[in-house]
């Protein structure tokens, strides 16, 4: 059974935005998205403690990308300005029942989604 379900995603050229979303079927109470490049590592770009809002970002997208999650705090979304050509990678969104916080480490998670493609052109 399919616990998170993403969407939004696609191609953008430089500088542009893109939203994706991911709608959880479990009751987690720390989410995130991660991405992978090709030839790359995943890599943990932003997370949120549902519980209280608390979020985490990678340096390299600070001021640039939000999480956020609906009233409900079962969605969470990720809101990408001033993308860059090296924003490019396949996003996943990761969730977690356990808890700690905010994370953005990879083993902090055991739900993970099936992946959006979000491509930046120059």
């Known amino acids: 059974q399919v616990q998170l379900v993403e969407s939004g995603g696609g191609s953008v050229q430089a500088g542009g935005s893109l939203r994706i979303s991911c709608a959880a079927r479990i009751n987690a109470v720390r989410m995130a998205w991660f991405r992978q490049a090709p030839g790359k590592e995943r890599e943990g770009v932003a997370g949120?403690?549902?519980?209280?809002?608390?979020?985490v970002y990678a340096d390299s997208v600070k001021g640039r990308f939000t999480i956020s999650q609906s009233n409900a705090k079962n969605t969470v979304y990720l809101q990408m300005n001033s993308l860059k050509p090296e924003d490019t990678g396949v996003y996943y969104c990761a969730a977690s029942t356990r808890v700690g916080g905010a994370s953005l480490l990879p083993g902090t998670y055991d739900y993970w989604g099936q992946g959006t493609q979000v491509t930046v052109s120059s």
């Open positions: 949120i403690w549902t519980r209280s809002g608390n979020t």
